[in-house]
């Protein structure tokens, strides 16, 4: 019903930077929230950043002042540009999306990730 498609991860020095994007399609009516979340080799997977359909953001202490989330209605992609980027980001990201079916509720819809890997 819905996909959400990620890229731009790669790998990256240390001060470095990546723009990851998410596309979503599908039987859309509305999205609602979208965020990006990561994990960690051995870790859970943790919220980065997150904006809601109106623009509001909210951001993880660890990536504050370094990362930027933001969105294309329209186009129905979310962005995460990462500045700054640290050996600690490496991690699989994913882009979430609160989607509002043409037929049906609000459900969660998760992509199926981009490794980003940042060397020392």
């Known amino acids: 019903q819905v996909q959400l498609v990620e890229s731009g991860g790669g790998l990256v020095q240390a001060g470095g930077s990546l723009r990851l994007s998410c596309v979503a399609s599908g039987s859309i009516f509305r999205i609602n929230d979208m965020g990006w979340y990561r994990q960690a080799p051995g870790k859970q997977r943790e919220l980065v950043a997150g904006?809601?359909?109106?623009?509001?953001?909210n951001y993880a202490d660890s990536v504050k002042g370094r990362f930027t989330i933001s969105r294309d209605n329209a186009k129905k992609t979310v962005y995460l540009q990462m500045n700054s980027l640290k050996p600690d980001d490496t991690a699989v990201y994913y882009c979430n999306a609160d989607v509002w079916l043409l037929q049906g509720p609000v459900q969660r819809y998760w992509g199926q990730g981009t490794q980003v890997t940042v060397s020392s």
């Open positions: 904006i809601t359909n109106s623009g509001m953001t």
